[in-house]
């Protein structure tokens, strides 16, 4: 209780100041448009009451973008990190590129992606899979490699096989770093999907709010956004409980 | 297929044969007891014309041992001076750049893995399972069931002063007790040769005490061949039959002295014996450089 009562108060806080900041005109004078362009938090909470159906109808084909394209790269990010492990050539290879790949803007060939797999959920799988791929994949490949080697001379002397040295000891080694990488991956997810929606699509929160911006239905807009943030904080905190559940140790 | 395994497995170290310093070997026979029933067997470890280095620096050069089956052997040293090493050569972990390291009479890598089981200096039990699976790891990586590595793993927990801790992880047992898992895990390897590194390093001076007296009584009752490694001269000449004392690196044995009352019940009076005192000054001596 204590560990949240201040971030709630600066949060209610932020809000009653723009609640009144909007309802009194103030912020729309200063940034110079039409009052109706400027939502207080009220008009929001109406518009998410008054189109909850068309809000949900919407979050739930992006949320199964975020789910699928999320369990797509952690399938691909666990199978790559391990095959870099087994492989020396192909760590040395592939593990700068991996590195260097967090740097490069993914969501910018959401477009393209558009191009190649059509206005399905093709290209959004892709977009949220590649954008949640390499944190995963980095953070399991850096896990797997932390692996104490006294550790591994004492699984020697006790016979262990391969296999066995990955099940005993590397794999329990890395599920932090994994499961820390699918955190970062998963408060990614919600924007690739959004830029996925941006880039081509007829459903989804993205293609809403695009919508919805053109129209000039501002509150809706920011419902939208509300929805998105909501889905974002709580698969990250599904993981932070499945990492408390499964890593007693620590 | 991209699959190369690692070798994790098989350290590569440059293997120079050295022959010149393998024939160079001082000759340093046993004078140990052996067991008295039967003939004198030959020695389940023999260190011959040892000479190992690690790149331009040298750890070991021209160093012979020899300890018979069931014999406690130890080796103190100064720091760095390469007594881990030795004890991983022995244990068929690292191949010497020259000289010969036999185990139960063979010499491979392989073979010697199979015969030895290593004890490293921390104890290194696994925090995700719980202190009998540590202990058990060994019979389970050979293809025994959980229930079954449990079952023969719990039978010993008592007599290691572990029950009632069998589900416990490592973090909620002591140091002691810690230690304790991490050699019933090597027991249960059920390998010959135990290769101790410094196992009651980490322990405060009582539990050490404890853990020596305990460790001593162990061993009468399961005997098995050791090679204990020492900081500790006190430790080693109380646990072990014989001490080796070797010199600063490259190391060498400088002296081997045989123990006056090797694992004596009452620890206390055997350490304070004046024969146990004077074998201890006569240690510190070589271990100083000095002439006894």
């Known amino acids: 209780m204590k560990r949240w009562g201040l971030p709630v108060a600066l949060l209610a806080a932020l809000v009653g100041a723009w609640q009144l900041a909007a309802s009194s005109g103030a912020l729309a004078d200063l940034l110079n448009v039409e009052s109706f362009l400027v939502p207080s938090p009220a008009e929001i909470a109406d518009a998410l009451w008054q189109s909850r159906s068309l809000l949900a109808e919407n979050a739930w084909v992006t949320l199964r973008e975020i789910l699928l394209g999320f369990a797509l790269a952690l399938v691909a990010g666990l199978g790559f990190a391990l095959l870099l492990r087994l492989s020396e050539t192909l760590r040395r290879a592939a593990y700068p590129l991996l590195v260097a790949t967090q740097a490069v803007p993914i969501l910018v060939i959401a477009p393209v992606l558009v191009v190649w797999f059509g206005y399905g959920i093709g290209p959004k799988l892709a977009i949220v899979a590649l954008v949640c791929f390499f944190p995963i994949a980095v953070n399991t490949a850096d896990g797997l490699r932390a692996v104490d080697p006294e550790t591994i001379k004492m699984m020697r002397t006790l016979d262990a096989s391969r296999r066995q040295l990955l099940w005993w000891v590397e794999a329990p080694t890395a599920l932090p770093y994994a499961l820390s990488g699918a955190r970062v991956a998963v408060a990614f997810a919600p924007i690739a999907a959004v830029f996925?929606?941006?880039?081509?699509?007829?459903?989804?929160?993205?293609?809403?709010?695009?919508?919805?911006n053109a129209q000039l239905e501002t509150a809706r807009v920011f419902a939208a956004a509300l929805i998105l943030a909501i889905i974002g904080v709580a698969l990250f905190a599904l993981l932070a409980l499945a990492e408390r559940r499964i890593v007693t140790w620590r | 297929m991209l699959i190369d395994f690692p070798d994790l497995f098989s350290q590569?170290?440059?293997?120079?044969?050295?022959?010149?310093?393998?024939?160079?070997?001082?000759?340093?026979?046993?004078?140990?007891?052996?067991?008295?029933?039967?003939?004198?067997?030959?020695?389940?470890?023999?260190?011959r014309g040892l000479a190992h280095s690690y790149g331009e620096l040298?750890?070991?050069?021209?160093?012979?041992?020899?300890?018979?089956?069931?014999?406690?052997?130890?080796?103190?040293?100064?720091?760095?001076?390469?007594?881990?090493?030795?004890?991983?050569?022995?244990?068929?972990?690292?191949?010497?750049?020259?000289?010969?390291?036999?185990?139960?009479?063979a010499a491979g890598t392989a073979h010697r893995l199979a015969r030895c089981a290593f004890m490293p200096q921390r104890d290194l039990l696994l925090p995700w399972l719980a202190a009998i699976?540590?202990?058990?790891?060994?019979?389970?990586?050979?293809?025994?069931?959980?229930?079954?590595?449990?079952?023969?793993?719990?039978?010993?927990?008592?007599?290691?002063?572990?029950?009632?801790?069998?589900?416990?992880?490592?973090?909620?047992?002591?140091?002691?007790?810690?230690?304790?898992?991490?050699?019933?895990?090597?027991?249960?390897?059920?390998?010959?040769?135990?290769?101790?590194?410094?196992?009651?390093?980490?322990?405060?001076?009582i539990t050490r005490a404890e853990m020596q007296a305990w460790l001593a009584g162990a061993l009468d009752a399961d005997p098995r061949t050791v090679v204990l490694v020492s900081h500790d001269v006190e430790e080693a000449l109380y646990l072990c039959d014989r001490v080796a004392v070797l010199s600063p690196r490259p190391g060498r044995v400088l002296e081997e002295l045989s123990a006056p009352a090797p694992r004596a019940a009452d620890r206390d009076a055997a350490v304070t014996d004046p024969a146990f005192v004077a074998a201890r000054e006569q240690a510190m001596h070589a271990l100083r450089g000095e002439e006894p």
Do not use: Y
């Open chain 2, 133 to 205: 699976d540590n202990a058990a790891l060994a019979l389970r990586n050979r293809g025994a069931s959980r229930r079954a590595a449990r079952e023969q793993a719990g039978a010993l927990f008592e007599r290691f002063g572990l029950a009632g801790f069998e589900r416990a992880r490592p973090a909620e047992l002591s140091g002691g007790m810690r230690q304790r898992v991490a050699f019933l895990r090597t027991l249960l390897s059920g390998k010959p040769v135990l290769a101790l590194d410094e196992p009651f390093a980490s322990l405060d001076a």
């Open chain 1, 196 to 212: 996925g929606e941006w880039a081509g699509s007829d459903s989804g929160l993205g293609h809403l709010i695009l919508q919805d």
């Open chain 2, 58 to 105: 040298r750890a070991i050069e021209r160093l012979d041992l020899e300890l018979p089956a069931h014999g406690v052997l130890g080796l103190v040293g100064p720091s760095g001076c390469g007594k881990s090493t030795l004890l991983e050569l022995i244990a068929g972990l690292q191949e010497p750049s020259a000289g010969r390291v036999e185990v139960g009479g």
């Open chain 2, 12 to 47: 590569k170290h440059g293997v120079r044969q050295d022959t010149k310093v393998a024939a160079e070997t001082q000759g340093f026979a046993s004078e140990a007891a052996t067991p008295a029933d039967g003939p004198a067997p030959a020695a389940e470890v023999a260190v």
